[in-house]
């Protein structure tokens, strides 16, 4: 017969039998495979699926169980994952009468392939196969190379990613088969990384092992240096030598990039640090109000977001993503309003008496949280992030998550924004005017009062929207605010008073400083000694890093 | 006015007082309660000698406060921490005292040593077994704290709101490091469950009222000594300071050196307060250090109407009753009470309930001013970035 | 330059600058031993900036302030200096307001100037005696028991010189004495100031001509930082480059 579709059917159950020979499998498959030569291809796979399935019902002890499931993966047939899960659900049963197998669920009796209801009849007249825990991971390999040749990438990626983790020299085979084919790079090298460390688990001569180490070395991640130190500790000879020096190696690129990583995470809490003080840069730097409800201002702008978001929910779900952009101009007005009332009402009474404005905002502070514990509950409330804030990607061996990002750049964006505002905008102008010499910039016809109550409400609706991006990585509760004011002055008086780029430069360095000092100490005791870096500090240069200098600050 | 001379310009009429009426007090009220059948209309229930012996211990933390910032303008932010450092000191004493008591029955290590699976007690709580040991540390680690940080901080000016701020930072780092398990004080629970003081149990009737009398003997030391303090040149120095510190400097003062005795005499007496507080209220945490605590004594001291001694320890009883009476009353009104508590003397009465006395004094009698005035408010006009 | 030996002031080649800004540039100045000295300048000139050097308020980036004779004055702070024999009149009237006038002088008053010192201090006769001088020196003596913070303008400043008396300096500085003063006020100021003078070397910073002129004293004018003129002053006072500074160009 020249059935046209024969050689492609023909092919691949040759190129299995290889491997099939390899493993000893009984010669009566070869024979049958002879025989199913005869049927169309799809049927010749189904039925060669369903004799060695039906092994199973004969298989005495969980190795000969195992022997088929490997068997059947080497059919390299993505039709054998519905009976190999439900092998490792311990759904599949064999009739006691004919021995056929099926999967028996919900009480149906469902075909192993198809899946489809095939009788009735009583699940008693079925024994269980019985699986263990080591045979569910017999499963899992072979279904995880099965998967090696599945259309999607990402399904690829996964499945490479799993025999990697578990190297096992059986997989050599099936990974030179789809190596072959592969068109992905990305795939491709992961493959190849794969094939290494199953290559370096295998009896394979000594100079394949070699070209596996470099494999290993080169990809240079954790993984790759805990297989390769770890094949270091039981190889012998030059094998170990290359092996040990190829972990050196990574160990060395690694320490680069865990110092990397930790400059980021220093830049992200250092944003965090910089959005939380930079109104009171304004406040306390510029206007020299001591402004204890700073924290405050920042927790009225989380729980701003939160009832955006909570409005947002009951009524239009759709815009969630857009919940932020929305809290963003109402937790201004929302704090800013609360400062200017703050301002006009308790501060314009106390200028020049700072450490009355201490206690007076103080007070401020604690009639603010016990309000929002009155309305809100004196819980934490969730705040949600939408999709574009969830989630993280990598650049090299550092994992990056999208909200610190945003915030990092968010941060940057508050920043440059203020620091146009002060020196590029008349506003901004009269407000340093008034700061420097108060009766001079009144004589220039400059409303003080008001430059006043706008500067404040500046500062505290600045505070209101670092809150918005603050609700984003923290708790959500009334003790926000007591969380990040000893920070925010810790950073204004760090940086020196009166200078924005001063509190930019403390906010970032403590930031890098606090995560540097955490893997040593730990984060409390990180913490700790950074505050008391910051004591000394201070009274070494009592006026900040940026400090003015000369007679006008002596005043 | 014949006292006056015989101790010292500081025991003005007032403050004696003051003293008489502490010391009597500190004598007749636990009489009272051990004495007195509880029908009688002057019997003092236990519960309330419980709480008065508190409020005589905040008494003498504000007053210690008033110290500092009435007369030489330091507005500590960090008091709390010198209290809480006197109360752990007495604290380490009392748990050293329940001995195989404890749940785990160990003879030597407290019972969260033993949770921790340490085996033997670190060297700093050795010694705190005996008593003198003990009040030699109530003294000596708040002094020689404020003693240290007031080395540096005095003598790199750092003066203002600037001070305020590193008080402030160095509680919040002492309540960080307090909370840690492996400082070895107890953490998260501090030290509690007291036996015994002095080999008398702490919870008996007879030993509130010997503790009850020991603060009112505390607080009547501790005013005598502000008193004689204020009262002598160094005293008219210390106001000195305050109010024109470089003043002093040009005329050949350290003014770092008479800040820094005033603020290590504060922070003495600040431990010995937290001393007494901790076997009257059984037990010790690290929530004594947080910046709120240390806040709340400023408004104690400014109610009442700092720099002028009997002022503070007024304010301490009146603020700390109603909290007393909102916390049972109206929970939820308390915080907003005590900050417009803070907002209200902070603007309409800067010089709190004695100032406003006295100006009502001088407004009906025609008096010459006050004795004891506060510092004016020189500079009406807004301070460009300092 | 002439030699350090004999002054009470030598300031040789002093420099300090504030961000950039030169507020002192190159100044030399030498005061004799009972010398008075006025010192003009248009605003900005560094007069108070050099008072501060003077007094360890601020330290010289370069150049050599002596004192006495060869006490090297940039090796001492504030109290340091003050306890030398140097004391210093603000320009702003600085005195301890809650205190009365008597307790101002008494804080002044030469002495130990330790914390327990003072803890432990008696009040003497001989203090009493010193004080009752000094106020009738600086006309206040009606006023001993008032408080500093009642006193007017003009007695304010009286009374901060009463506490440089106190002091009993070898050497006065005194920033713009009669500032605020009525005529009448600033008159017996300079009375006052050439009474000091005849026990004191002292230095008059003022922009008060007539004040000046009575005074009839040796006339240093600085100028963006160094000295422009020295001498009398009609000789200053005529100087061409002296009236272009302060009449502008």
């Known amino acids: ?305 939160f009832a955006v978001q909570e409005a947002i929910r009951a009524s239009a779900p759709g815009l969630f993503d857009w919940s932020l952009a929305i809290a963003l101009p109402a937790a201004f007005l929302v704090a800013g309003a609360v400062g200017f009332a703050m301002e006009r009402g308790i501060i314009r009474f106390l200028y020049g008496r700072p450490l009355e404005t201490l206690l007076a905002t103080w007070g401020v502070s604690l009639i603010l949280q016990q309000a929002v514990r009155v309305i809100f509950g004196p819980n934490n409330r969730e705040v949600g992030n939408p999709t574009w804030m969830s989630g993280s990607f990598e650049i090299g061996q550092m994992a990056i998550t999208w909200n610190r990002l945003w915030i990092v750049l968010f941060a940057g964006a508050v920043f440059l924004g203020l620091l146009y505002v002060m020196k590029r905008t008349p506003w901004g102008l009269q407000m340093r005017a008034v700061t420097q010499n108060r009766r001079m910039a009144a004589s220039m016809g400059i409303r003080t009062p008001w430059v006043d109550a706008f500067t404040f409400a500046l500062g505290s609706g600045i505070a209101g929207i670092a809150g918005v991006a603050l609700s984003q990585i923290g708790n959500v509760s009334p003790n926000l605010g007591q969380s990040y004011i000893i920070d925010s002055f810790m950073v204004v008086v760090f940086g020196g008073v009166g200078n924005l780029w001063g509190t930019l430069v403390g906010a970032l360095s403590l930031g890098v400083l606090n995560k540097f000092l955490e893997p040593y100490a730990g984060a409390v005791l990180g913490k700790i000694i950074v505050l008391v870096l910051i004591i000394l500090f201070i009274q070494k240069r009592p006026r900040g890093l940026f400090a003015l200098k000369g007679r006008a600050v002596e005043a | 006015m014949i006292t006056q001379r015989v101790f010292g310009a500081g025991f003005t009429p007032r403050v004696q007082l003051a003293l008489a009426l502490i010391l009597l007090g500190g004598v007749l009220v636990p009489l009272s309660n051990l004495l007195l059948a509880p029908s009688n209309p002057l019997h003092v229930p236990s519960y309330a000698l419980a709480l008065f012996g508190k409020y005589l211990c905040y008494a003498l933390l504000a007053l210690s406060l008033d110290l500092v910032w009435g007369y030489v303008g330091i507005l500590s932010l960090g008091h709390g921490a010198f209290f809480a450092l006197g109360g752990y000191a007495m604290g380490m004493y009392l748990m050293r005292q329940i001995g195989a008591r404890g749940v785990y029955a160990n003879p030597e290590l407290p019972d969260f040593m033993v949770f921790l699976n340490w085996s033997e007690l670190p060297w700093f709580w050795l010694g705190f077994d005996r008593f003198w040991f003990a009040c030699l540390m ?249 | 330059m002439t030699t350090k030996a004999g002054t009470i002031l030598y300031l040789n080649g002093v420099s300090v600058s504030f961000d950039g800004f030169r507020a002192i540039n190159d100044l030399s100045l030498v005061l004799d031993k009972g010398e008075m000295r006025a010192i003009i300048g248009p605003n900005g000139a560094g007069k108070t900036t050099m008072m501060d050097i003077i007094t360890g308020k601020t330290r010289p980036d370069k150049g050599e302030v002596f004192f006495d004779g060869n006490i090297d004055l940039t090796r001492h702070d504030e109290p340091g200096i003050a306890n030398l024999g140097i004391g210093r009149k603000f320009q702003k009237p600085t005195v301890f307001e809650s205190h009365t006038v008597e307790d101002n002088i008494r804080l002044s008053l030469k002495g130990e100037r330790s914390v327990f010192a003072a803890l432990f201090a008696k009040n003497s006769v001989a203090d009493d005696r010193r004080i009752t001088e000094i106020l009738e020196t600086v006309r206040l003596d009606g006023r001993r028991d008032a408080l500093a913070a009642n006193l007017s303008h003009g007695q304010k400043q009286w009374l901060e010189i009463g506490m440089l008396l106190a002091q009993d300096p070898k050497l006065l500085l005194v920033d713009e004495p009669v500032a605020g003063m009525t005529d009448a006020e600033t008159a017996e100021t300079a009375r006052l100031l050439k009474d000091i003078a005849r026990e004191h070397s002292v230095i008059v910073v003022e922009h008060d001509m007539h004040f000046v002129r009575e005074l009839d004293v040796k006339v240093t004018c600085l100028h963006e930082g160094s000295v422009l003129a020295e001498g009398p002053l009609d000789h200053v006072a005529a100087d061409q480059r002296v009236v272009e500074v302060y009449l502008g160009r």
């Open chain 2, 138 to 386: 109530v003294l000596l680690v708040p002094g020689l704290l404020a003693f240290v940080f007031g080395w540096f901080a005095f003598r790199s000016r750092v003066t203002g709101v600037y001070l305020s701020i590193i008080t402030q930072a160095m509680t919040y780092a002492l309540l960080l490091a307090f909370f840690r398990n492996d400082m070895g004080f107890g953490g998260n629970n501090g030290l509690t469950d007291f036996k015994d003081i002095l080999g008398f149990p702490v919870q008996a009737a007879g030993t509130r009222g010997a503790l009850f009398a020991a603060s009112a003997l505390a607080l009547a030391v501790g005013v005598a000594v502000c008193a004689a303090i204020v009262g002598s040149q160094y005293g008219k120095l210390m106001i000195a300071v305050r109010d024109a510190e470089s003043r002093t400097r040009f005329l050949g003062w350290r003014p770092e050196n008479v800040k820094l005795f005033a603020f290590t005499v504060s922070a003495v007496m600040a431990g010995i307060a937290g001393a007494l507080y901790v076997p009257q209220v059984g037990i010790i945490n690290p929530g004594e250090f947080a910046p709120a605590n240390s806040i709340e004594v400023v408004v104690w001291t400014a109610v009442g109407g700092r720099g002028t001694i009997v002022g503070p320890i007024i304010g301490a009883l009146l603020v700390n009753s109603a909290k007393s009476w909102f916390t049972g009353a109206l929970p939820d009104f308390w915080l907003f009470a005590l900050g417009g508590l803070f907002v209200f003397v902070t603007l309409f009465m800067p010089k709190g309930i004695l100032g406003l006395w006295d100006q009502w004094q001088n407004r009906t009698m025609r008096k010459k001013p006050a004795d004891d005035p506060i510092e004016p408010s020189t500079a009406p006009l807004p301070q460009p970035a300092e």
């Open chain 1, 1 to 305: 017969m020249a059935d046209p579709n024969l050689l492609p059917a023909c092919a691949k159950p040759l190129s299995f039998r290889e491997a099939d020979e390899r493993k000893g499998i009984s010669v009566i498959l070869a024979f049958l495979s002879l025989f199913f030569l005869f049927l169309s291809p799809a049927q010749a796979a189904e039925a060669q699926l369903r004799t060695i399935l039906a092994k199973l019902a004969d298989a005495k002890g969980f190795p000969a169980v195992e022997a088929v499931v490997r068997e059947l993966g080497a059919t390299g047939d993505p039709a054998v994952s519905g009976p190999l899960e439900a092998l490792s659900a311990g759904d599949l049963y064999f009739a006691k009468a004919d021995k056929s197998i099926a999967i028996l669920r919900d009480g149906a009796i469902l075909d192993p392939l198809s899946g489809a209801k095939t009788r009735e009849g009583a699940t008693s007249a079925f024994t269980k196969i019985r699986v263990n825990n080591g045979l569910r991971g017999a499963i899992r390999d072979v279904l995880g190379s099965l998967t090696l040749s599945a259309p999607d990438p990402a399904v690829r990626l996964s499945a490479v990613a799993t025999i990697f983790n578990r190297p096992d020299p059986e997989a050599i085979p099936a990974l030179d088969a789809v190596l072959a084919k592969e068109t992905d790079a990305t795939v491709k090298a992961r493959m190849e990384e794969a094939r290494a460390a199953a290559v370096l688990a295998s009896d394979l001569p000594e100079d394949q092992k070699r070209a596996a180490i470099e494999t290993l070395g080169a990809r240079g991640d954790r993984a790759a240096l805990t297989l390769l130190s770890n094949y270091a500790q039981s190889a012998q000879g030059s094998l170990r030598d290359a092996a040990a020096s190829a972990a050196d190696r990574i160990r060395t690129v690694l320490a680069g990039w865990d110092v990397a990583q930790n400059v980021w995470f220093g830049l992200s809490l250092g944003s965090v640090l910089l959005l939380a003080a930079i109104g009171l840069a304004i406040t306390f730097g510029v206007m020299g109000v001591i402004n204890m409800a700073h924290g405050e201002m920042v927790m009225l702008g989380a729980y701003t977001t």
